[in-house]
């Protein structure tokens, strides 16, 4: 794929649709949604059809254009009211992604300058539009500074996907390392499967499989032994939301993978843009972390596997404390320790911020 | 279930005949297996129908008894030569666990003194069963042994299924487990599934919830935060080797637990019996780790769950350097560091050794 070819897994369809990849249906079949119904958006995003922070944030703030078009209101107040309904309920979709409420958050304020409901609509078309666009620009600029940190050939390790289907395109951690790859700078990527819903397996490999990326599955439990046998130069991850202090909560398994790579001499590098950063929340102890259905442990793809009579327990995403990261790939630079400087600075960086 | 009840995983039938649960068919099925063709035998050890270390152990010396009540030689030397062929095969068959090697060369010298081929198949029947009953003894000491090492009303963790079902009977690290919630000891035990065969989500649990023992499942990857939400006393393992400096070889994910347990300040216990400490064998680098088929970790039960085009790795085991490793937990007592001294005096023990 040239460089110059974004996959964008959601866009908008002129006339007032949205169109998303289901990306449960993956790798096995490709299936697009279009809807104009911002409940469908809403239910894709619980149900993980649309899934990755950066790209809930994207699909939240067209579902909010959805539903300003459908909203009858003619007047402004009444309208913005709705949305603010509409953005509760969008938020309360998956509680752990930091950019679902900044994406929300800025369309509404978006609103507060304009004159009437029509051009209400119009402008917050306008700025779903520059959040998707934004993303893009930043996951390439995010794939640029990460890129540069990785040594010749290097073979790096992700977890779950943080590529262009976790995102508005290009991708988070996958952007370093298409990045890199271009740059002929990388060899190979280890690919942890991802219980319970294999992110990895069904789309990290789909997207490196796509671009021609040399990657090997793994089961999770293996990638401990993978990483002492010093075969791995770097982890690579997204993030779902990073605190002031620079714990990040990401994917189940990341705070292992960052207490594994630490234990054996490898950086994790977290890759994800300004917007995953949540500076009023001092530390990750207050991330919320999103209970799923143990249905989800208990049974893959539909099948059953689990003895019955136990509970199971699912949590989606573990919190690693800001000791085991490297530093915090962001498209204005890259942050290190001490986070509290750092990743203010890059949050409020209005040029980038050298690395 | 009373204590005196014991599981039974194999068990052989008189007039000739083994007979074993499969159990790649649990938590499904209860499928049992009856066959007189020691080639059977070694086919359910490579599939997995029979597992665990202790077991194969077990499973291959009464195999080994097949073979010899099937073979026509009238001369000792004939009978002694196809043994040992036969021998040769089933420790083929998996190259990890050291209780396999261990168990045919006991079966193999148990012929040495006999008086001709009559008397060695009733000495390889007798010598066989007294294997499992010893490993079955073993387990009960293991069990007391390690229940003593638990506070009460502790939470622990195991990995992958170290239970009756991997043993002669009563399990190793669920003995431990077994033992201790007997004596009111235990609270609750966190049950990782064990990707990519699932031998925690479908027989440790199938074993807990038969006896009633309070559990929860969880990912591989959710062991991390587990451990790190300070809610588990203790993790407790199997092994499948165990080299003279404490190095240990088992199920692919040990490794991380290990490391994860050490960081939360968790112990983490290994119970095994001593047919599993290949004391030849300095250290944990020196330990075959079997590597099997990319499709376990691309399919489960079955189904496809991965992309296609991209490659995978599958080892079943992986080395916990002795350095994460509480203790050993043994029939002839614990075992602690440094390792060189305690497993010498555990393995040459006649009589139990204080812990």
Known sequence: MPEDVIFKPIDWVPGGKLRYLDQTRLPQAEVWIETNDHLVVAEAIRT?????APLIGVAAAYALVLAALSDLATDLNALRQHLRHVADELAATRPTAANLTWA???MLRSTETCSGPEDARKTLA???RRIHE???EANRRI????ARLLREKATVMTHCNAGALATGGYGTALGVIRAAYLERALRHVFVPETRPLLQGSRLTAWE???EGIPYTLIVDAAAGSTLSNGVVDAVIVGADRIAANGDV???IGTYPLAVLARENGVPLYVAAPTSTIDLPLASGDAIPIEQRSPDEVTSIRGVSVAAKCGS?????????????VTAVITENGVARPPYEESLREVCNAKEPVRG
């Open 48 to 52: 993980l059809r649309v899934r990755g």
């Open 104 to 106: 929300l958050n800025r």
């Open 126 to 128: 306008d700025e779903a």
């Open 134 to 136: 934004e993303d893009i």
């Open 143 to 146: 794939g640029a500074n990460g």
């Open 208 to 210: 490196l499989a796509r």
């Open 249 to 251: 909560a990401n994917k």
């Open 312 to 324: 199971a327990l699912n949590p989606a995403f573990d919190v690693t404390p800001n000791t085991y």
